[in-house]
Structure formats: structure tokens, C-alpha cells
């Protein structure tokens, strides 16, 4: 029997490794709505485009962080009032929804991983505007309604701290990293495939609604994450060079502790994501990212 999914924001970053998952289950027929397709902020539109189909995925959103400090309302129109018109949309038509929120919801002032239901308070704009989305969603769609809170998100597709990093190493011979923010790299592949899971779990009634944090086990410092992008890369990570937040000063507060619990996953009989550092070694063998690394190592040869 198929399943009709639909797919925000399926342009970016994760919906295209969302539409690539889908893809391969011969049971789901997937719809692909980009931002040239569908403006999750016209309410009209977001009704039409949900008809019809037995699961969303929203991967839409208002991502750049800095920018939401100086344009919150337009953050939120996105981030907030656009996830309310999906689960709205939703809630009519009897879809799941699956929604991908932030770590960003929380102070990152913790000690220890934060459990899906630990209190949130967000720093930013940015975090404000992913609060009032997870909101909605908790609010119309208390039983079919599931929110995946992930963090420092990197792939294939799009910019990305990964990539990023590996494009910098072809000019720099050095780079300065931020060591004193602690979180879990996640692949956006890992991620595209745990929501699809909990989708198939959430339609067979395994599944409850609610919070589920779809980060990598373990974690690091983007300190860690470019020096370990380095090193399996064949690159020399002395080249990596520690600092403070304080070097890179932005208009949004980052959290310190980004680091996220994964008890939720046991109540839908699905296993968290892998750990970080195995994600990583993985995600370097895609062709983008792959041959930034070789492109590296060509450019500085030992």
C-alpha cells in the first residue's frame, strides 16, 4: 500500500536528502515542494498543497540565525506562523505532520543533555521563532503532531560548517575555530532517515506525538569537528587552531552547550542516530564533500 508524503522546504540543506530517502521506499509517493512551490507562510497555499497526503515533512525555514535578530517578525512569519498553518492544514486533513526544530529552543547553560522535556528558553530571535513553530504544533496537533529538535546540521547539499571548513583549507594554511561550544554534528543523511523511520513508525501507531531530538550521540566543539573533518580527510589537524566565542562576535548569542538527550526514541522502538564522529566518516565519502577533501590534500601537499 503507498503512502503519499509531502515535502517543505525540500530544496535545502535536508529535504533534499529527504526527497533522496523517500525515494527509495517503493511504498512513498512524494511530492517536492520547494520554496519556489510553496510559501508555507500563504495559509491558502499550505491547505491546498497538504491535501491529499498522509505525511509532511516540514524541512522549511527562516536558518539564517544573525539575520533573525535583525528581521525577528520575518523569522517568525516563517519559523512560526508557517508551521501553524501546516499543522492547521494538517489537523483538517487528518496528515502526520513531522516538524524539525532547534537545539536553539535552549539557554545552553546545562550540564548534561538536555531531555526532550526540559524546560526551553531560547537566547535569540532565532530560537524564539523555533519555539513559537514547535508551539503550534504541540497545540493543533497533540496526537499526530511530532517535533525533531536537531543541531549543527552539515551534508552534502548547501553550505555547511563541514564543507565549509574543507573549502577554507584550499586557501588557509591555518584556521581558527570556536572551542568553547559543545554539540553533537549531525548528517543530514542520518537525519533524512530517522525521520523517515519515525514517519513509518508514527503511521503503523508505534509512535506517540510528541518531542524527539534527532541529533548524533556523543559530541564535540566545532573546534573537534574541523580537526576531525581534517583528519579523515588526510589533512593535518595542527592546522586547526582553538579560540573563544569571543573572537567571532555575532548578533545572535550562540548556546555554549548544544548537546541534546535521546530517551524519546525508545517510545516509538527506534534507536538514536550514530554517534557523531561515525556520521562524519560516512558523510566524507559523498561526492561533494569527498572531493572538497581531495581538492585540499592536492592543494596543500605535505
Not at 118 to 133: E, H, I, M, Q, V
Not at 191 to 209: E, F, K, S, T, W
Request: glycine content about 10%; some cysteine.
Amino acid at each position: 500500500m503507498t503512502v503519499s508524503w509531502l515535502v517543505s522546504g525540500a530544496g535545502g540543506l535536508l529535504g533534499r536528502e529527504m526527497l533522496a530517502e523517500l525515494a527509495a521506499d517503493p511504498e512513498a509517493v512524494v511530492t517536492e515542494a520547494g520554496r519556489d512551490r510553496l510559501d508555507i507562510t500563504d495559509p491558502a497555499a499550505v491547505r491546498a498543497a497538504v491535501a491529499g497526503h498522509r505525511v509532511v515533512v516540514n524541512c522549511a525555514a527562516w536558518t539564517d540565525v544573525d539575520g533573525a535578530e535583525r528581521s525577528e517578525a520575518a523569522a517568525t512569519a516563517v519559523n512560526g506562523t508557517g508551521v501553524r498553518h501546516l499543522a492547521a492544514a494538517c489537523a483538517g486533513s487528518g496528515a502526520l505532520l513531522l516538524h524539525v526544530s532547534t537545539d536553539y529552543v535552549f539557554p545552553g547553560d546545562a550540564r548534561r543533555p538536555h531531555p526532550e522535556d526540559a524546560p526551553t528558553r531560547p537566547l535569540n530571535a532565532y530560537g524564539r521563532s523555533k519555539l513559537a513553530g514547535e508551539h503550534a504544533v504541540a497545540e493543533l496537533l497533540p496526537r499526530t503532531g511530532y517535533t525533531v529538535r536537531t543541531a549543527w546540521l552539515y551534508g552534502e547539499h548547501g553550505r555547511n560548517f563541514v564543507a565549509t571548513v574543507l573549502e577554507l583549507a584550499t586557501r588557509r594554511e591555518t584556521l581558527d575555530v570556536v572551542a568553547d561550544q559543545h554539540g553533537q554534528p549531525t548528517w543530514s543523511r542520518a537525519l533524512a532517515r530517522q525521520l523517515a523511520a519515525l514517519g513509518r513508525a508514527a503511521l503503523a501507531g508505534r509512535a506517540p506525538a510528541g518531542v524527539y531530538h534527532g541529533t548524533a550521540a556523543g559530541r564535540t566543539t566545532w573546534y573537534g569537528l574541523a580537526r576531525e573533518t581534517f583528519r579523515l580527510s588526510g589533512l593535518d589537524p595542527g592546522r586547526i587552531r582553538p579560540v573563544g566565542s569571543q573572537k567571532f562576535p555575532r548578533p545572535a548569542a550562540r548556546p555554549a552547550f548544544s548537546v541534546l538527550a535521546h530517551g524519546g526514541w525508545a517510545r516509538a522502538g527506534l534507536v538514536p542516530l550514530p554517534r557523531w564522529d561515525d556520521q562524519l566518516t560516512a558523510a566524507l565519502h559523498t561526492p561533494r564533500l569527498a572531493a572538497l577533501a581531495a581538492e585540499a590534500r592536492r592543494t596543500h601537499r605535505p
